[in-house]
C-alpha cells in the first residue's frame, strides 16, 4: 500500500509541475503561427501522457518478457521530472519576485508602479534549465554508459619482490549486470581489457544488482577476461540480496550460492575472507580477498582477521576490498604492511566532472577517497569508477573505468 500512496504522490507532484510549466510554454508561443502553437502543446501533452502511463503500467510489466522496459520507463520519467524540477526553480524564483513586487505596489508611492508581468527572461531562462538535464542526461545514457576508459597508475613500492617488477595488474568493479542493456558495448569493454594484456585480473565486487539471475546472460563475456597469473574476485554489499525481497532466508542463501558458483563459472577465484600466495622465481606475493565491509550503515560480512590469517609475513600484500571507507576505518590504522588495496563502490555519483587533475563529484561528500590512487605513507588505495552502473543508466563526466596498475619495485 505504500508504494501506491508514493506513486500518487509522486505522479501529483509530477502533474503539477507539468501545468505549471504549461502556462510558461503556452504564453511564450504567443507570437508564434496557430501551426506551430498547436503542434508544440500537442507534443508536450503526449510526451508526460506517456511518462505517466509508463509508471502507471510499471508493476504490470514482466521484466522476464519484456526484459529492459521497467529501466526505459524509470529512466524516461526520472530525466523528465528532473528537467520539470529545474525549470520549476526557476520559474519560482520569478514568481516570488512577482509576488514581492505587489507587495511594494499595494503602498502609496511617488514613483510608478513596478510590473508584476512575469519576465520573459525568466521564462526563456526556465525552458533552457529545464532542457539542460533532459539532454545532458540523455547523452548521459546514450554515449555515457558504455563510454569505457583505460586509466593507467604507476605504484611503487619498496616491498615489492623483484620478480613481480613490472607486474601489469587490470581492475574493474560494480558491474552491475542486472543493469545492463547493451550486450554489444559490454563485450567491447571486456576486448578492451584482454588488450591490456594484463598478468592479473582483480574484480572488487557488485557483480548484480539484487539476485545471481541478473548475471546470466553475462557470463560467457566476463569469462573472456584472460591473465595469466589469475583472475581474483570478492563480494560487493549488492551481491548478498540485501536490497529486495525472499520468500526464505534459504531461498536468499541458495542465490548467494548459484552467485559463488557463477564466479567459478568464470574461472575467477572468488575470495571469500581469504587469500591466495602467488609464487615467481622462489618468490612471493600474497592476494587477500575480504568480503563487503562499509563504515556507517553498509553491510560488515567482511572480517580482515581472518582474511590475513597465515600471510603476516608475506612481504607485499594486495587487498581487494570493495568499499573505500575500509581503508581509513581498519586497514590504515591496524594493517599499515597491506600495501595495496582496491576498491569501488562509488561510481564517482556516476555523474561530475573530470578535467586534467581537477575533479567533482558528489561522491566526495560521502567518500573521502571516491576515486584513483590515494597514497598515505607506503600504502595504496585505488577505487575503480565502476565498470556499470545502477539507478540511472547512464553516466556524466565520470565515464565506466578499467583500470590498468604497474608495479614497481624500488
Known sequence: ?????????????????????????????DGA???????????????????????????????????????????FFFILFMGKVLASIFLLIDDLRRGFTWVVNLF????????????????????????????????????????????????????LPKAFDGLRVVQISDIHTGSFFN????????????????????FTGDLVNNRSEEAKDYLDIF????????????MGNHDYGDYTSWPSQQAKAKDIQDLHEMHGYMQWDLLLNE?????????????LGCENWGAGRFSKYGNIEQ?????????????????PSHWDAQIRPDYPDIDLMLAGHTHGFQFGVEFGNFKWSPAQYRYKQWSDLHKEGDQYLYVNRGYGFIGYPGRIGILPEITVLELKSV
Open 1 to 29: 500500500m505504500s508504494r501506491i500512496y508514493f506513486i500518487v504522490f509522486l505522479l501529483t507532484i509530477y502533474f503539477a509541475l507539468d501545468v505549471y510549466i504549461f502556462v510558461v510554454v503556452r504564453s511564450l508561443l
Open 33 to 75: 503561427t496557430p501551426w506551430v502553437r498547436r503542434v508544440v502543446m500537442v507534443a508536450y501533452w503526449v510526451v508526460s501522457i506517456l511518462a505517466v502511463a509508463g509508471v502507471l503500467m510499471y508493476t504490470r510489466i514482466d521484466p522476464k518478457v519484456f526484459k529492459n522496459l521497467r529501466l526505459y520507463i524509470t529512466t
Open 108 to 159: 502609496p508611492s511617488p514613483t510608478d508602479k513596478f510590473s508584476t508581468s512575469r519576465s520573459d527572461f525568466m521564462a526563456k531562462s526556465a525552458m533552457i534549465a529545464g532542457a539542460v538535464p533532459i539532454a545532458a542526461m540523455s547523452f548521459g545514457v546514450i554515449s555515457g554508459a558504455h563510454d569505457y576508459r583505460v586509466r593507467r597508475r604507476l605504484i611503487q613500492s619498496p616491498n
Open 183 to 202: 550486450k554489444t558495448a559490454v563485450e567491447g569493454g571486456i576486448d578492451m581489457l584482454n588488450a591490456e594484456k594484463p598478468d592479473l585480473f582483480f
Open 223 to 234: 569469462k573472456k577476461v584472460k591473465a595469466p597469473m589469475g583472475k581474483f574476485s570478492i
Open 275 to 287: 587469500n591466495r600466495i602467488l609464487k615467481v622465481d622462489g618468490e612471493e606475493l600474497a592476494v
Open 307 to 323: 582474511t590475513v590469517l597465515g600471510v603476516e609475513d608475506h612481504p607485499f600484500k594486495i587487498l581487494l576490498s570493495h568499499d
